[in-house]
């Protein structure tokens, strides 16, 4: 049996591999423990035997201003000592007031079986997630989780977060949105380009473009700023040109009847709707989840406990995500707080739709 579990937060991913590789683990699979992940809260979990030598490791991961960890790799001699181990993520993970705890399994990997016992669940697979498909992905939900699973999609380009988030959101109407096949890149492109402010989609034109694709949908803006957004930094024509386009979107909305609501949404109201069964595409800073900031589009689709879960279209897969941290991403109030707003300003940009 192994020694007492214990939490070796000194030792790094890559010196805990330097030790499993003793243990002739591939090379692919001690990659994984390699791999940089700094900024993305990389632990190790270490259980010994009464000689010091690893019974079980694992690597867990987590993107910032997320309520959720995922399990990278679990390795054992000892399953009774995996089982500890598993059992200790899910616990610190609660006991930070987190909602999920996830499990990736490499192409061609499986589950182990002790992993159902403990309440980790197949989530659905997604139709397109830039090269980490045939990644497995699991959770396991530590408060009542009843909301319907939606489809994800992670974006082709540095620009089309926008049109992603509308058209997963569009799944279930009339108008469709994604559907694994080829077309779905069109499809991708084909919507930023109806919703483009160049390259960027603003709040109200991606409004319009989304009202105008689902048709018999309800879609309300809420954008608490007088004048055109995410022109910060531009002069000259690069400003007039694409402040032009944003009066013209606003013109279309108010011929359209969409509301363009300049108060602030609160972060209560988008969890009160979207737990109600309503989509919000929110306008993000990516700096409380990546460290730098920029613009970018992600949609919130249900409530977890106090989290608002979202799916995000961009994977940092250099640093080791896949579409298991992006998908199902749950998010507390007070990052949500802090994630939806932008420029020095701080304004906050909502889509609501009701399909």
């Known amino acids: 049996m192994p020694a007492p579990l214990r939490v070796d937060s000194d030792a790094l991913p890559a010196d805990v591999a330097d030790e499993l590789e003793a243990f002739d683990l591939p090379g692919e699979r001690l990659e994984r423990w390699r791999l940089p992940r700094n900024g993305y809260r990389p632990t190790t979990w270490v259980a010994r035997d009464a000689d010091g030598i690893v019974a079980a490791a694992a690597l867990t991961s987590g993107r910032p201003a997320t309520a959720a960890v995922k399990i990278v790799d679990v390795w054992w001699r000892d399953r009774a000592a995996a089982v500890l181990l598993v059992d200790a993520v899910v616990e610190r993970s609660r006991s930070v007031g987190d909602v999920a705890v996830k499990w990736e399994v490499p192409a061609g990997a499986e589950l182990p079986a002790f992993a159902a016992e403990q309440g980790f669940m197949q989530m659905r697979r997604p139709w397109a997630a830039v090269g980490t498909e045939a990644v497995g992905g699991f959770v396991r939900w530590l408060a009542p989780a009843e909301h319907d699973e939606p489809g994800y999609y992670a974006q082709t380009t540095l620009f089309t977060c926008g049109a992603v988030a509308a058209l997963i959101a569009s799944e279930g109407s009339s108008a469709g949105g994604f559907s694994g096949g080829e077309a779905d890149r069109d499809a991708e492109v084909g919507f930023w380009r109806r919703a483009s402010n160049y390259p960027a989609c603003e709040p109200v034109g991606l409004a319009v473009a989304l009202h105008d694709h689902l048709v018999d949908a309800t879609v309300e803006v809420a954008l608490d700023i007088d004048g055109p957004a995410l022109l910060e930094g531009l002069t000259g024509f690069d400003r007039s040109f694409r402040a032009e386009l944003q009066d013209d979107s606003l013109?279309?909305?108010?011929?359209?009847?969409?509301?363009?609501?300049?108060?602030?949404?609160?972060?209560?109201?988008?969890?009160?709707?979207?737990?109600?069964?309503?989509?919000?595409?929110?306008?993000?800073?990516?700096?409380?989840?990546?460290?730098?900031?920029?613009?970018?589009?992600?949609?919130?689709?249900?409530?977890?406990?106090?989290?608002?879960?979202?799916?995000?279209p961009w994977i940092s897969v250099e640093v080791g995500e896949t579409w298991v941290d992006t998908h199902e991403m749950p998010v507390r109030p007070e990052d949500l707080d802090r994630l939806v707003r932008w420029s020095a300003d701080a304004y906050r940009g909502v889509v609501f739709v009701a399909k």
Do not use: T
């Open 251 to 312: 013109r279309q909305a108010g011929e359209r009847g969409m509301p363009v609501r300049r108060d602030r949404v609160a972060v209560s109201e988008i969890a009160r709707r979207v737990d109600a069964g309503e989509q919000a595409l929110l306008l993000i800073d990516e700096a409380p989840m990546h460290g730098e900031s920029g613009p970018h589009w992600i949609v919130a689709h249900a409530r977890v406990g106090d989290a608002v879960i979202v799916e995000d």
